[in-house]
């Protein structure tokens, strides 16, 4: 009995974890552990289709195509792919194109510079800078733009779901 | 010169090392009681997984950095960087900037749709028991490649270390540290493997800013001439600070370290032991932070591994460096002894046992971790998930845990086993192999489950196999298994694939198979699911 009083313990600490993920088993009745970790999603078996609801309990489905409709999801949506995806192409580019010049223009990268520093060095530590200032402005977009109105749209869809 | 020459010999084991080994003895006591004290608070899954998800994002950075800065990265990078100098820099940098695609794409995404290991994310959209059973093999292969590629290290590090050279001593370290790992995990569960992590990565960083200081005051803080005299006592000159002196021999070489560095940068966000560590804090914002701690401690790492790669070939010499150990991986351990005083000085002696107990205790966390990645995706995604049944029942959360814990054992076992016949593989190949795989299997199938509405369950399943399959065959038919004198099977040549790393092949088809896979699809995507995907994962309703 001991791992069941462990598991309603953390399940009584989350506020609003919605029951209707669970193929609409009602919240009341003590989920089996197994049904909630073999089914983060709906329908542990191979039924691909949204699990039925149960009488009485909200269609999650439609929960989630709903907030997924809405200005305020889209905006979430806008604010973390408006950042994370052009940063990832740039980075990625810019990294391929200092691990090809290694193989493609050996002779540029031996330049030198000042002192013992050649072009090579320069670019490398040029990956370190630019990694170091991406994680504080994606750090900083997220905490700024997406953060608070994330957590709103969370409780509300969470709400939504009971 | 002749003192280090004695040391570099392994001369210096008469009775000297008895401090190192005390040392060892240390990390192995301080270990064992973190997981006892760990492992008697709380035994459900969420504590065997996820350690409770109860870590600050401080705690979980660093045991973020802890699971990655491994052994390979400590010994191997500032080896590389003593012997080779800038070509060893080169390799340092794909290991950074691999963090920030954990930490725009996957982190807090990851965090909020799964529950334990990546193929819970996948389980959202697509039909649990296929993509359960392909996640969880390749997180299995993956797991168990980079804990044979640390086992080997484990083993050839220990016996150099303590001057006990080849033999027996090697087995029985593979065969110790394995048995160690095992007791970690089956006991502590994710708890114990956090703390552990955290201990370590504490330790791993202190040591690494003690000697950076040591070495930058050697020089006065002159950079300059610490480049200067770095190249000087390579014995390569200039080329010692240019590129090439590793990796630029022909084509085919480069061609190599570019399918490595895509490779390197691809994979970190398919490691499943990675994936695993953002399970151990509450919310997606702590993820978050606990990757940007991780991108810190990483990278002063890997700034502080420069210095110290180019103040071993400086003040050590390269080679010294390359007489104790051709691959370099004992190179921080002979500097230490250097800046202490000398190898004959008792402060040279102490620094020399120090690091080279953090470098044990780094190898021991990181076997823990990743024997607790692939206990999970057996025990989570094939036992519990993906196999069915003959009556049809549900596996309860305690069989579940029980299969964990024993199949840390038997994974435990298999691995040891499989280092004892690997131990002729080089290191950082196996590592390398590792990482291509996480990139082809994992990335393709996780990037389009986040992100591609029309991704279907034949897309992901034909993904990760599609990623997996070809990176094993590719490698089975390279250099490394046959057909030159340094593979595996030196008597016989069937290679037919140019490069050691298969990486520049095996991502972009693992991308491929997916797509295929997916407009092959007979069953359309479910725009249902995929909005349940987009909604958890960004706002993190529903999230444990």
Redesign the interface.
């Known amino acids: 009995m ?2 069941q009083q ?2 309603d313990w ?1 399940d009584g600490r ?1 506020p609003g ?2 029951a209707a ?1 669970w193929a609409g088993v009602p919240a009341q009745a003590t989920p ?4 909630s ?5 709906a ?8 699990a039925v609801p149960a009488p009485g309990a909200v269609d ?2 439609e929960v ?2 709903a ?2 409709s809405s200005e305020a ?1 889209a905006r ?2 806008r604010d ?1 792919r408006g ?2 995806l052009p ?2 192409a740039l ?2 580019t810019w ?2 194109f ?3 010049a ?2 493609a223009a ?1 002779e540029l ?2 330049r030198q510079l000042a ?4 072009v ?2 320069l670019l ?1 530590l040029g ?2 800078a630019s ?2 200032l ?2 504080w402005r ?2 900083r977009n ?1 905490r700024t733009k997406r ?1 608070r109105a ?2 709103e ?2 409780w509300d ?2 709400d939504r ?1 009971r | 010169m002749s003192a280090r020459a004695a040391l570099a010999a392994g001369a210096w084991s008469s009775g000297r090392h008895g401090l190192a080994v005390a040392l060892f003895a240390v990390v192995v006591l301080v270990t064992l009681g973190i997981t006892l004290w760990a492992g008697r608070r709380g035994r459900a899954a969420e504590d065997f997984y996820a350690g409770g998800r109860g870590f600050s994002p401080l705690q979980n950075g660093l045991a973020l950095s802890g699971d990655y800065l491994s052994a390979a990265s400590f010994l191997g990078v500032t080896g590389l960087i003593a012997l080779y100098g800038y070509d060893g820099v080169l390799y340092s940098i794909g290991f950074l900037v691999a963090w920030l695609l954990v930490l725009m794409l996957v982190a807090e995404l990851v965090r909020n749709a799964g529950r334990y290991t990546l193929a819970d994310v996948l389980a959202v959209r697509m039909r649990a028991r296929p993509v359960r059973a392909a996640a969880g093999t390749a997180g299995l292969v993956v797991s168990l490649l980079y804990l044979v590629a640390q086992m080997v290290g484990a083993g050839s590090l220990v016996a150099l270390l303590l001057g006990t050279g080849d033999g027996p001593a090697k087995t029985w370290t593979i065969v110790g540290v394995g048995a160690l790992m095992i007791v970690y995990v089956t006991v502590g569960g994710m708890r114990a493997t956090t703390w552990i992590q955290i201990v370590k990565a504490v330790l791993l960083v202190a040591g690494s800013v003690l000697l950076t200081v040591l070495v930058l005051v050697r020089f006065h803080g002159d950079l300059a001439g610490l480049m200067r005299t770095a190249a000087e006592r390579s014995g390569a000159g200039d080329a010692y600070l240019e590129p090439g002196l590793r990796y630029g021999a022909s084509l085919t070489s480069r061609l190599d370290f570019v399918s490595l560095g895509l490779a390197l940068v691809l994979g970190t966000a398919g490691l499943p032991h990675i994936v695993c560590r953002f399970y151990t804090v509450p919310t997606a914002r702590a993820a978050r932070r606990s990757t940007i701690w991780a991108i810190g401690l990483v990278g002063g790492f890997y700034l502080m591994a420069v210095v110290l790669g180019l103040g071993a070939a400086a003040l050590v010499g390269s080679a010294a460096v390359r007489r104790a150990n051709p691959a370099g991986n004992t190179a921080v351990p002979l500097l230490a002894a250097e800046l202490g005083g000398g190898p004959g000085s008792t402060r040279g002696v102490l620094l020399f046992a120090l690091i080279s107990a953090i470098a044990f205790a780094t190898i021991l966390a990181v076997v823990a971790g990743l024997t607790l990645a692939s206990s999970a995706a057996f025990a989570h995604d094939l036992y519990a998930g993906a196999w069915r049944r003959g009556d049809g029942t549900q596996v309860t959360e305690r069989q579940e845990v029980l299969a964990a814990r024993l199949s840390a054992v038997a994974i435990g076992a298999l691995a040891i086993v499989l280092s004892l016949f690997a131990q002729r593989l080089n290191v950082a190949f196996l590592v390398g192999l590792a990482f291509a795989v996480a990139a082809s299997a994992n990335l393709p199938t996780l990037l389009y489950s986040l992100f591609w509405s029309r991704f279907t369950t034949r897309g992901a399943v034909w993904a990760v196999y599609g990623g997996l399959v070809p990176a094993v065959l590719l490698v089975v038919f390279s250099p490394v298994v046959s057909g030159t004198a340094a593979s595996v099977l030196p008597g016989v040549d069937f290679h037919l694939f140019p490069l050691e790393n298969p990486g520049l092949v095996s991502i972009p088809l693992g991308f491929l198979a997916g797509w295929i896979g997916t407009v092959t699809s007979r069953e359309p995507a479910d725009p249902a699911r995929f909005a349940e995907m987009e909604v958890r994962s960004l706002t993190g309703a529903g999230a444990v």
């Open positions: 001991a791992q462990s598991f953390w989350l974890r919605p993920l089996s552990p197994s049904a970790s073999a089914a983060a999603a329908g542990a078996g191979d039924a691909p289709a949204p999650a489905a989630y195509r907030v997924q999801f979430i949506r973390h950042f994370a940063a990832t980075f990625l990294y391929l200092y691990l090809v290694q193989a050996p990268m031996r002192g013992p520093l050649n090579a060095w490398a990956q370190f990694t170091f991406l994680t994606y750090a997220a953060d994330a957590l749209l969370r869809t969470q779901l």
